[in-house]
Structure formats: C-alpha cells, structure tokens
C-alpha cells in the first residue's frame, strides 16, 4: 500500500509559479512507480498534465496545453515528486492530484489532492 500526500497548491496570480510536491511513503520502492500529475478543473474530467518515468525519470511527457510551462521532477532518495508550474494562467485552476502506477503489475494509487487558484 501507498500512500500520496501533495502539498503546495494555493492562490497564485495570473503570471506567476507555484511548486507542488507529492511524497509517498508505506511500503514500497519509490522508484519502481510511474509518477504523473493529472488534475481536475470545476465540472471537467480528471485530465493528465504529466508523466515522468519509473527508475530513473529520464523520460517526461506533458499535456499539450503545459508544455514549456510546467515542469515534473522526482527525488527517489526522499520519496517525492514535483511539478513546477511557471507562467500559470486562469485555465490552469484546478485541483491537481499525484497518481503512482507501479511499473510492474499496474497498482495504482491517488493523493487527496491539492487546490491551484489562478487568478487577479
């Protein structure tokens, strides 16, 4: 079992940047997760925002309406991933959750997810 924990949302003005930080922990081996950020705007579907690799994390993709603004990163030696969001705009409002797919036999696991507000 895992479990998800974010941090860092809150009320940001059009323009500026915030940093979310998801950490894990139970037990598990952190680094055999694919870590992706998916979040979920008022009466819109959970959509992905991101996905950084098992292992290493060499490998990052994005949705098209984030890309070269937001950035995912991950810290296996402290259980943690975060998603650095520069030049936020209104659309980007949402809550925003932290999703572990272990990368062999698929469990998956969700945070509780944390409030970004993006606005004047």
């Known amino acids: 079992q895992v479990q998800l924990v974010e941090s860092g949302g809150g009320l940001v003005q059009p323009g500026g940047s915030l940093r979310l930080s998801c950490a894990a922990s139970?037990?598990?081996?952190?680094?055999?997760?694919?870590m992706s950020w998916y979040r979920q705007a008022p009466g819109k579907e959970r959509e992905l925002v991101g996905t950084?690799?098992?292992?290493?994390?060499?490998?990052?993709n994005y949705a098209d309406s984030v890309k070269g603004r937001f950035t995912i990163s991950r810290d296996n030696s402290k259980n943690t991933v975060a998603l650095q969001m520069n030049n936020l705009k209104p659309e980007d409002t949402a809550v925003y959750y932290c999703?572990?797919?272990?990368?062999?036999?698929?469990?998956?696991?969700w945070g509780q997810g944390t409030q970004v507000t993006v606005s004047s």
């Open positions: 950084i690799s098992a292992v290493d994390g060499s490998s990052t």
């Open positions: 999703h572990a797919r272990h990368l062999f036999g698929g469990s998956v696991y």
């Open positions: 139970g037990r598990t081996i952190f680094s055999m997760y694919t």
